[in-house]
């Protein structure tokens, strides 16, 4: 997985709870991101970093928020977890423009 | 608008034969494509990628063709093994402009590949 490493794997949670996932890089690379996968979506992009502390929205950003505080970390919080953000999230690093290389993923359920 | 899709949802082939996935694209403002294989429970993997200046390009077992005309692409995978059952997925590269990196992925075509 290209030194890409995600946690928790699996995490079960309740309505309205905050919730917090982990992306770790080994490749020093400045580009991060975070994905969402739906049936019938494909992937779709919540947030992305081009630095440390350097962050911005992608497509899907409302009620998530990112950190990133060191290059090889980057972090997803859901403010307030709904149903409806129950998924499978993907964190992907890329060194070279365009080619992204993915983390194993977590599968979040919102009870 | 832009949109990246597929052209077949799943793809059932025998082992040892060779598999075709398409993919058609709507944008032709893009840097290069690339494709990737998820297996089950995995994040997705990259293959290959073509650049928008190429036609053809082969890696292992796998070839990328490029039809600028008809915005077509798609991947050939020779003497198909159990283990490239998953989903493939194309991607587009619309380019990296500051701190954004636009990626348009299409949704996907699971490969069954039977013994």
């Known amino acids: 997985d290209a030194g890409i490493t995600q946690s928790p794997r699996h995490k079960v949670t309740e309505t309205g709870t905050p919730v917090t996932l982990r992306c770790h890089q080994t490749e020093n690379h400045r580009y991060m991101y975070w994905y969402r996968q739906d049936p019938g979506h494909g992937l779709r992009l919540i947030h992305y970093s081009y630095g440390v502390k350097d962050t911005d929205k992608g497509e899907v950003s409302d009620g998530y928020s990112v950190s990133r505080s060191k290059t090889e970390d980057f972090l997803l919080t859901l403010e307030s977890a709904t149903s409806s953000q129950t998924s499978v999230y993907f964190c992907a690093i890329s060194g070279f423009p365009g080619e992204q290389y993915f983390g194993p993923g977590t599968r979040l359920t919102v009870t | 608008g832009e949109s990246v899709g597929l052209h077949l949802p799943t793809l059932s082939v025998q082992e040892g034969d060779n598999s075709i996935i398409n993919c058609a694209y709507s944008?032709?403002?893009?840097?290069?494509f690339i494709w990737y294989k998820q297996e089950s429970g995995k994040g997705p993997q990259f293959i290959i990628d073509i650049r928008s200046n190429m036609d053809k390009r082969q890696g292992q077992r796998v070839t990328v063709l490029l039809n600028k005309t008809v915005k077509h692409l798609s991947l050939q995978i020779a003497a198909t093994q159990p283990g490239d059952s998953a989903v493939y997925f194309c991607?587009?590269?619309?380019?990296?402009?500051?701190?954004?990196?636009?990626?348009?992925f299409g949704k996907g075509t699971k490969l069954t590949v039977n013994p």
């Open positions: 944008n032709s403002a893009s840097d290069y």
């Open positions: 991607a587009e590269f619309l380019g990296r402009q500051g701190g954004s990196e636009k990626l348009v």
